[in-house]
């Protein structure tokens, strides 16, 4: 006679709980090689191809439907030589658009990501990682709307609209908060754009994806 025993849950749980520290942790080293390659590669363009190149990314993206719809554009001052929004910026204050940049605000030991209007440079001041921030100044708070476009920067970007930043997660957790009342854009250099990235369920896709060469755009609103 065959006798059926009782799974070992305890076991089973353990297994799993184990499987998946393995998964996160080749996800991570999987993401600080990508990050370390491409920072190196982006680190390596002249002060002039960032310029050009950013300009062009910038002129793809106001051509886009998103855009033109939205009243306010969520921009950042960029480091690095990340795609540079000052084009952008410029262009969408001159449609009679709203800007707003992130500023890095440490709440009860952690750091949160708060925008703030900003119309000016000289409204700008040093902040979090020597980043040109706005002012805290609470009466600028900017919360985010229906008609609200966020850019996004980071290092590597996939074609699934996958993204991987500088791993402080400042983004995804602000877009976590208001991912139904945004859409999302990414800005990058070509080789920034890659097939596939390693994501988790943390990560929240862009609604868009504007290279030099190419615009990609995730779903039927846009």
Known sequence: MNIAF?????????????????REIV?????????????????????????????????RLTELEIYKHADTVFA????????SCDYLIEKALSDGKK?????????????????????????????????SEPKEDYSNL???????????????????FGRIGYGKGFYDRYLSLYEENVQSVAVCYDFQLLDTIPTDEHDIPSNAIVTPRETLIRGESL
């Not at 390659?37 to 910038?58: A, F, N, P, Q, Y």
């Open 6 to 22: 009782p799974e070992n849950k305890t076991h089973k749980d353990k297994s799993d709980v184990q499987n998946q520290n393995r």
């Open 27 to 59: 996800m991570t080293t999987k993401k600080k090689e990508l990050r370390k390659s491409l920072l190196k590669k982006r680190c390596g363009l002249s002060k002039e191809d960032c310029r050009k190149l950013s300009k062009i990314v910038c002129k």
């Open 76 to 83: 950042y001052s960029s480091i690095r030589n990340e795609v």
């Open 99 to 131: 800007i707003a940049l992130p500023k890095v605000i440490n709440s009860d030991n952690d750091n949160e990501m708060h925008f703030f209007y900003c119309n000016e440079q000289e409204n700008l001041e040093e902040g979090f990682m020597g980043i």
């Open 142 to 160: 900017a919360v985010p709307s229906e008609n609200t476009l966020i850019i996004l920067p980071g290092i590597a970007f996939g074609r699934n």
